[in-house]
């Protein structure tokens, strides 16, 4: 079985520090990685996805994420937070061979203090 | 275009109602999913349909029938729900394909609300 934790229910930045929204995940074999933001009363946005390769991805809005095979690790973070990233982040894993099943964590609540 | 659209945004209805909501892409996607939000919750996936067949069913109760037309609509009909089915209601789309690693597209949801 797949899962995703998000240990913070809630993150609380100050507009133009750095921002890290943590997640790890549990998978048997190699995980698909995704991050999704959703605005309220809005459905989820996809922001950015690991597949294979490069540990360190780069996604929309200025987000990256570095993905931590040994730590079972997928981070959200970005270097400068604005106001207008307040919002809920869900990380999301998909074990593959087939699957269409995205397993999300439970989310954490962004909230960029101007 | 690379927008999911779903009307209506809003539904109130009572137990004995039947109503339909609907989902729309067209981005030539071949997989479609519906989920179930509650708020301040991770979505619950209900149903998955690739290449228009029902690939997928969460164990979720028969008042809710999901029906694909075709491979840019789905709809998800309703009849006889119970208030704990009130909820954002999200359908999503992604390319069809064996290794499950593309993204899902979500559209804005329908709020409903069961009296």
């Known amino acids: 079985a797949q899962s995703v934790a998000q240990p913070e229910d809630q993150v609380n930045v100050a507009e133009g520090n750095p921002l890290t929204v943590k997640c790890t995940y549990s998978v048997s074999g190699n995980p698909y990685l995704f991050w999704y933001v959703q605005y309220p009363n809005r459905g989820l946005q996809f922001l950015l996805k690991y597949i294979t390769g490069d540990n360190l991805v780069k996604g929309s809005y200025g987000f990256e994420a570095e993905f931590n095979k040994s730590q079972t690790s997928f981070h959200l973070k970005k270097p400068s937070a604005l106001v207008s990233d307040s919002a809920l982040y869900f990380c999301?894993?998909?074990?593959?061979?087939?699957?269409?099943?995205?397993?999300f964590g439970k989310g954490t609540k962004l909230s960029v203090i101007p | 275009d690379t927008e999911v659209t779903q009307t209506p945004k809003h539904l109130v209805m009572g137990m004995t109602n039947k109503k339909s909501l609907k989902c729309e892409q067209h981005m030539g996607h071949r997989a479609m999913y519906w989920y179930k939000q509650k708020a301040k919750k991770p979505p619950e996936l209900m149903f998955v349909?690739?290449?228009?067949?029902?690939?997928i069913n969460e164990s979720v109760p028969s008042r809710f029938s999901p029906e694909c037309p075709n491979s840019s609509l789905l709809n998800l009909h309703l009849h006889a729900l119970q208030p704990e089915d009130s909820a954002l209601y999200l359908c999503?789309?992604?390319?069809?394909?064996?290794?499950?690693?593309?993204?899902?597209?979500f559209g804005p949801g329908t709020r409903l609300t069961v009296l």
């Open positions: 999301a894993v998909n074990q593959g061979a087939g699957s269409y099943q995205l397993t």
């Open positions: 999503a789309s992604s390319q069809e394909s064996s290794g499950g690693h593309n993204e899902q597209f």
């Open positions: 349909y690739s290449y228009e067949k029902l690939s």
